[in-house]
């Protein structure tokens, strides 16, 4: 019986996404392989996160054959991605090639201590001008494990000013899933491409994927 979550949380369907994170889990998977899968779930799980985005008309063009028609964009000047360190690099790329112009990336790094499970901030480089707040920050980092993480980039985007938050996950853990989600309901959407129930003793998703950075980076 599936789980009951928060409404502002999104599990992904995709069958595509769903084959490619059982690929993501096998432990045979080495790091390229897991650095592409990182970024192919993200991509189809950030087709559906900003399928709605708002489209505006940004004047005439004409087409190679002499045509004219409406052109169509989106604002992206009010958009900021901000990627969890270092796991959530390996996500950076997809949301980019979704996104119709450059956006502004301001990297959050945050890491768990081992004995209580709670974050710990080592860098923050998100503007100190409240000139430049973003309206909409997409959040990427492959595993909300118990949330407390999760949280934190969400608390601190809140005190930055912006107006919603994206959060895009690969895998998560319904405990740690539905706290993060509950941290800011009206202001964040969370989308996950998979869920698992539960935890291990040192925190890590079960069965999950293992750490994700260890594997992205070669390295623990």
Same mark, same amino acid.
């Given at each position: 019986?599936?789980?009951?979550?928060?409404?502002?949380?999104?599990?992904?369907?995709?069958?595509?996404?769903?084959?490619?994170?059982?690929?993501?889990? !096998?432990?045979? @998977?080495? *790091?390229?392989?897991?650095?592409?899968?990182?970024? +192919?779930?993200?991509?189809?799980?950030?087709?559906?996160?900003? !399928?709605?985005?708002?489209?505006? =008309? *940004?004047?005439?063009? =004409? @087409?190679?054959?002499?045509?004219?028609? !409406?052109?169509?964009?989106?604002?992206? !000047?009010?958009?900021?991605?901000?990627?969890?360190?270092?796991?959530?690099?390996?996500?950076?790329?997809?949301?980019?090639?979704?996104?119709?112009?450059?956006?502004?990336?301001?990297?959050?790094?945050?890491?768990?201590?081992?004995?209580?499970?709670?974050?710990?901030?080592?860098?923050?480089?998100?503007?100190?001008?409240?000139?430049?707040?973003?309206?909409?920050?997409?959040?990427?980092?492959?595993?909300?494990?118990?949330?407390?993480?999760?949280?934190?980039?969400?608390?601190?985007?809140? +005190?930055?000013?912006?107006?919603?938050?994206?959060?895009?996950?690969?895998?998560?853990?319904?405990?740690?899933?539905?706290?993060?989600?509950? =941290?800011?309901? +009206?202001?964040?959407?969370?989308?996950?491409?998979?869920?698992? =129930?539960?935890?291990?003793?040192?925190?890590?998703?079960?069965?999950?994927?293992?750490?994700?950075?260890?594997?992205?980076?070669?390295?623990?």
């Amino acid at each position: 019986m599936a789980p009951h979550l928060p409404p502002n949380v999104r599990v992904s369907k995709h069958p595509c996404l769903r084959a490619k994170l059982s690929q993501l889990r !096998s432990k045979s @998977t080495n *790091a390229r392989e897991t650095k592409t899968l990182v970024h +192919e779930i993200a991509l189809l799980l950030g087709v559906d996160a900003l !399928s709605n985005l708002e489209v505006e =008309e *940004a004047g005439k063009d =004409e @087409t190679p054959i002499g045509f004219e028609y !409406s052109f169509e964009a989106v604002d992206c !000047s009010k958009i900021t991605l901000v990627p969890i360190l270092r796991s959530g690099l390996g996500m950076v790329e997809a949301v980019q090639s979704i996104l119709p112009e450059a956006v502004t990336v301001h990297h959050l790094g945050l890491f768990r201590e081992k004995l209580t499970l709670q974050p710990v901030e080592y860098y923050n480089n998100l503007p100190q001008s409240q000139a430049n707040v973003a309206k909409l920050a997409i959040v990427v980092d492959p595993i909300i494990a118990t949330g407390q993480t999760c949280i934190a980039a969400i608390q601190s985007l809140k +005190e930055w000013g912006v107006e919603k938050i994206i959060v895009l996950s690969v895998l998560g853990a319904y405990p740690g899933v539905t706290r993060a989600a509950e =941290e800011w309901p +009206e202001g964040t959407e969370v989308w996950i491409g998979g869920l698992d =129930e539960g935890l291990t003793d040192k925190g890590m998703i079960k069965p999950g994927v293992g750490d994700i950075g260890n594997r992205l980076f070669k390295t623990g």
